[in-house]
């Protein structure tokens, strides 16, 4: 088993910046995709971001794309989500989630996901 711990969010105005961080321990990190996924109040999960186990492959959301790069350093077991021109629909608990890597792709669907952290909050001011 993987564990996720997240860190690095909290308030921001909106057009501020945030770096999402998320930390794995346990299993050999580069066995893993990775994914960011938020979830506002009343709303369901959505996918963020992905990223292959190599990083060499990456997805983002229409939602987020050109303002967001997700990455990772294997080296450190860490993923990033770099957050830029930030909006308050952006608002939300951000999970990190690992996924069992079968192939170099990032996943997109959270049902890839078999591990999650406990998520945290970003809350973007207007």
């Known amino acids: 088993q993987v564990q996720l711990v997240e860190s690095g969010g909290g308030l921001v105005q909106a057009g501020g910046s945030l770096r999402l961080s998320c930390a794995a321990s346990?299993?050999?990190?580069?066995?893993?995709?990775m994914g960011w996924f938020r979830q506002a109040p009343g709303k369901d999960r959505e996918s963020v971001a992905a990223i292959s186990w190599s990083g060499g492959s990456t997805y983002y959301a229409d939602s987020v794309k050109g303002r967001s790069t997700i990455s990772r350093d294997n080296a450190k077991n860490t993923v990033y989500l770099q957050m830029n021109s930030l909006k308050p629909e952006d608002t939300a608990v951000y999970y990190c989630a690992a996924a069992n890597a079968y192939s170099d792709i990032p996943y997109r669907g959270s049902r890839d996901y078999g591990y999650w952290g406990r998520g945290t909050q970003v809350t973007v001011s207007s």
């Open positions: 346990g299993r050999t990190f580069n066995n893993y995709a």
